[in-house]
């Protein structure tokens, strides 16, 4: 219930105060004098709503700024509600709860960005919005009617927001958020909700389904696994047996090559060997008989150095003996006689001894000088022979010194060598060298190339038969089924993981499903109780609907009986999403479009007395009417009147209303029974509010 109401500067009041109590309160005066501002101070207070062009128009003519307050009561708290608005268009607005002296801020302002909504305050407080408020109740001036020219499905959302449908609404919304919190909760736990079991189940079929026809492709694939195996295991089998024969074909050629490489150089041994005995043959050739020599040609050289020793002794003995001549020939040119007398002595002599005489002495020199000669050539022809000898001596001492080197004692083991050299010559002039060459022959060389050959024939033996061109086809087709059994192998592991896998996500879905159903069932039961209790169309919503239409039915009927009409009685009735209104007269169904502007207000009037019997749903529990008394003749508003009169019993009852009536027919309420009439009249300073 509205229990003040103060303006300042608000529209035409510039300071006005009023006070309200229960039941019927009448605004009565000349047109434009302020009592229409009612409407907007209360709506604007509450919501920020009114019925002008702008907020600025709020304010009132030379002032700048201007406040409506509104003073209500609910379920016995008291709560105040302002909003204030300068010439900038700036805004300012509280919600406050009265207790004692005190008032206690409940929201402040409109900053719903930061989750701040005074009017949200409100809305919950006293239950409606403006919207449902506008409509349930504030009459315009000239709207009455306007609830019989509504479309029938707005009336019936006017008639759920009377009878407090649209908290079933709230709570219907409450079910779904829950009912999505719980989905959302078990889509966190388990990944999926109740809506996901049909593509579950779908799901589950299609993994069982592949399963099935994959299990079977799986043993195809074993089966043939399996014999390809064992096929693989043969073939490498034999690769086994023949791979070492590539091995031993490779040392076949590279004993091959050893003995050919060995032969070669056995040759060239031998044939060094053949040169070196070639050698010594012809080192030794003739050896023996100039070794044979040497003994006689020492004793020649022995006897001829004799010879030369005693040539050159007697060539010695004539050379002195020229010397001696020499000097007595000197000395006997100097013993000349003079008169057959001595030089000496001074004797006297025939004539001087031979040895003195200077003649004989010059023959006795030709002669030794001749002998001379003749010793000097004599040594000549010794020391040639010397020589001779020496040379011959050297030889035979050479010769003895390289049969010495060669360690040959006689002619006999020299012979022995050249017969050795002429079988070897003859023996590896018949070794083939080449690589077609016959390799038994070449291993007559000697025992390491007969060892080498046995081995060659040991390997020759161990590899005959084997085509290596078949061994690498073999390799090739063990390979080609490696690789065939590698795929098959790959292929059995995709389907074994495939089949593990929707066996692990059957049995993941199986039990998803089975927590579903569960989930399902509740869910269920939910939605059934939103369906059945809290929707607007369920049986609860649709019961209330019918109580409410019975309701307003008859109480407008008794409403239409004290306005004297034809109308006796107002059905109300739902009819699928709509609600229909049903005139009826004594006897006969009066359709609305028949009836005239007097009748149709009247119905518009008894439906709302009607609806504000229900208005206990609501809050506030107001109805404000202005100018209900537009389009009545005179009889109807002293009928009008009656019927108002009778609201204050309405205010006495267990869920008291009240009405706020507004009229410029001031004199039809001077006999009337209502609570308080207040009195609007212009002056200087604005609006002019008198209680009468």
């Not at 005074?118 to 408020?133: D, V």
């Not at 100039?290 to 006689?296: N, V």
């Not at 002998?371 to 022979?385: H, L, P, V």
């Not at 649709?542 to 006796?568: G, H, M, P």
Request: net charge negative; proline share 1%.
């Amino acid at each position: 219930m509205i229990t003040s109401i103060e303006l300042g500067d608000f529209l035409a009041h510039s300071d006005t105060k009023l006070e309200f109590e229960n039941g019927v309160t009448v605004f009565v005066g000349d047109n434009g004098v302020g009592k229409s501002s009612m409407i907007d101070a209360i709506t604007f207070a509450l919501f920020g709503q009114h019925t002008r062009k702008s907020n600025k128009s709020l304010i009132k003519h030379g002032s700048n700024q201007g406040f409506a307050k509104i003073g209500f009561s609910i379920n016995s708290k008291q709560y105040e509600a302002i909003r204030k608005i300068d010439n900038k268009g700036s805004l300012a607005a509280k919600f406050s709860e009265i207790i004692g002296d005190d008032r206690v801020e409940l929201a402040a302002g409109e900053r719903k960005q930061f989750g701040e909504s005074m009017t949200h305050e409100i809305e919950k407080t006293i239950g409606l919005n403006f919207e449902k408020l506008k409509i349930v109740s504030i009459v315009q001036q000239g709207e009455l009617n306007a609830i019989i020219n509504a479309k029938p499905k707005e009336f019936k959302e006017l008639l759920n927001a009377i009878i407090g449908i649209d908290k079933l609404d709230v709570a219907s919304e409450s079910m779904k958020t829950v009912n999505k919190e719980f989905r959302e909760k078990i889509r966190e736990k388990i990944g999926y909700d109740d809506t996901h079991i049909e593509k579950l189940s779908q799901d589950l079929e299609t993994y069982q389904k592949e399963i099935k026809e994959d299990k079977p492709k799986k043993n195809q694939l074993e089966t043939k696994q399996e014999k390809l195996h064992n096929k693989v295991d043969d073939l490498r089998k034999k690769v086994e047996t023949e791979a070492p024969k590539i091995d031993k074909i490779n040392q076949l050629e590279l004993r091959k090559k050893e003995l050919l490489e060995y032969a070669k150089e056995a040759i060239h041994e031998i044939q060094h060997g053949i040169n070196e005995n070639e050698s010594k043959i012809r080192d030794c050739k003739g050896c023996f008989e100039h070794a044979g020599l040497k003994e006689d040609l020492e004793s020649k050289i022995q006897k001829v150095e004799q010879a030369i020793e005693d040539t050159l002794k007697k060539i010695q003995e004539l050379t002195n003996q020229t010397a001696s001549l020499k000097e007595k020939q000197l000395l006997a040119s100097k013993l000349q006689l003079k008169d057959n007398k001595c030089p000496v002595c001074d004797s006297h002599v025939e004539k001087l001894n031979p040895l003195f005489q200077e003649e004989h002495l010059k023959q006795e020199l030709i002669s030794i000088k001749e002998e001379i000669i003749s010793k000097e050539k004599e040594r000549d022809i010794y020391n040639q022979k010397r020589k001779e000898f020496s040379e011959k001596l050297q030889n035979a001492r050479d010769a003895e010194a390289t049969l010495r080197a060669y360690s040959i004692n006689n002619k006999e083991e020299l012979m022995k060598i050249q017969e050795d050299v002429e079988i070897k010559r003859q023996n590896i002039q018949k070794i083939p060298l080449s690589s077609n060459g016959n390799l038994l022959k070449i291993s007559q060389i000697d025992s390491h190339a007969k060892m080498i050959f046995q081995n060659i024939s040991k390997l020759e033996t161990e590899t005959r038969g084997f085509n290596e061109q078949e061994f690498t086809n073999l390799k090739k087709l063990v390979n080609e089924k490696q690789m065939n059994l590698s795929q098959i192998d790959q292929q059995i592991g995709a389907i074994s993981e495939k089949i593990s896998k929707g066996e692990n996500q059957i049995n993941i879905i199986q039990n998803v499903i089975s927590e579903l159903n569960v989930v399902k069932e509740y869910v269920t039961n939910l939605n059934e109780i939103q369906t059945s209790v809290f929707s607007r169309d369920g049986p609860v919503a649709t019961s209330l609907r019918s109580w409410a239409l019975n309701t307003i039915s008859a109480k407008a009927s008794e409403y239409l009986s004290l306005l004297n009409t034809k109308i006796q009685r107002i059905l109300l009735s739902e009819k699928t999403r709509d609600v229909s209104i049903t005139c009826y007269s004594k006897n006969e169904i009066l359709e609305l479009e028949s009836l005239s502007g007097g009748e149709k207000v009247s119905v518009a009037l008894a439906l709302r007395l009607g609806m504000a019997s229900l208005l206990g749903a609501s809050n506030l529990n107001l109805m404000i009417l202005d100018e209900p008394t537009t389009h009545l003749d005179a009889e109807r508003k002293k009928s009008l009147v009656g019927v108002l009169s009778q609201l204050s019993n309405i205010s006495n009852s267990e869920t008291p209303m009240q009405f706020l009536i507004i009229t410029h027919d001031a004199e039809i309420f001077e006999d009337s029974t209502v609570e308080r009439i207040y009195k609007f009249e212009s002056s200087e300073q604005g609006s002019k509010v008198t209680a009468l």
